[in-house]
């Protein structure tokens, strides 16, 4: 009997959006391997196993594709920070989950984080602005959950809370350095224990925190 020859299915091919993404994942891999600068549009071809003049057509100039890398980073850590603190929950606990989920990304989305890291300390025109653009949408929105925290409990700490979002902010990255050297669980809990606790005045131990605050009581204990 004849063997019957099974036809490869061809792949569909990838709409422009679809590609435009999967190029942008290829790229923030690229340049967490290899930085702002060292990021070049071959290494993302074959990361992405496409032409070079395919990476050309969706990101025509390197300025073009750093910006593009840049403003993908600001867009998921923006995210995140507007998704937690959208939630009407007390400030303590919504600041605690806000520092936790940022420093969390260092294993969930490494490339992100790398990315992020290097641009925090890049002061060079062509990417400083951006990041001051993303970091004060971000102070921002810590502020505003902070001062509407102060205003329906009556707190007499200042009410403008710009201050203290910037500490908590700044701070994230003193987390990420602490995962990244792999300093115990309990030890970073400590941490952003103290870091609510020195900006808000208190820490309020509802029962999502409950999990996180055993394990550090025993820990320490």
């Known amino acids: 009997m004849p063997k019957t020859i099974a036809k490869r299915r061809r792949a569909r091919p990838l709409e422009r959006p679809e590609r435009r993404t999967l190029l942008l994942e290829c790229a923030i891999r690229v340049f967490a391997r ?13 990361e992405a196993k496409v032409s070079v003049p395919t990476v050309f057509c969706y990101f025509p100039t390197h300025e073009a594709l750093v910006r593009e890398v840049l403003e993908e980073v600001a867009r998921f850590f923006t995210e995140m920070a507007e998704t937690i603190h959208d939630q009407h929950r ?51 929105t810590i502020a505003r959950t902070i001062r509407r925290w102060r205003m329906e409990t009556g707190s007499q700490r200042d009410p403008d809370a710009e201050d203290d979002a910037r500490v908590i902010a700044a701070t994230g990255y003193v987390l990420v350095q602490m995962k990244v ?32 605050l055993t394990e550090f009581n025993v820990a320490v204990g």
Do not use: C
């Open 34 to 46: 290899r930085g702002l600068g060292g990021a070049r549009h071959s290494e993302i071809a074959r």
């Open 90 to 140: 007390p400030a303590p606990e919504i600041i605690l989950e806000h520092t936790r989920a940022f420093a969390d990304t260092v294993a969930t989305h490494p490339d992100y984080t790398r990315v992020l890291l290097e641009w925090s300390t890049a002061l060079r025109d062509e990417v400083w602005p951006l990041y001051l653009q993303f970091q004060e949408k971000v102070i921002a």
């Open 181 to 212: 050297a792999n300093m115990p669980s309990s030890r970073i809990e400590r941490f952003v224990q103290t870091l609510v606790r020195d900006t808000l005045g208190e820490v309020r131990a509802s029962a999502q925190n409950e999990a996180h």
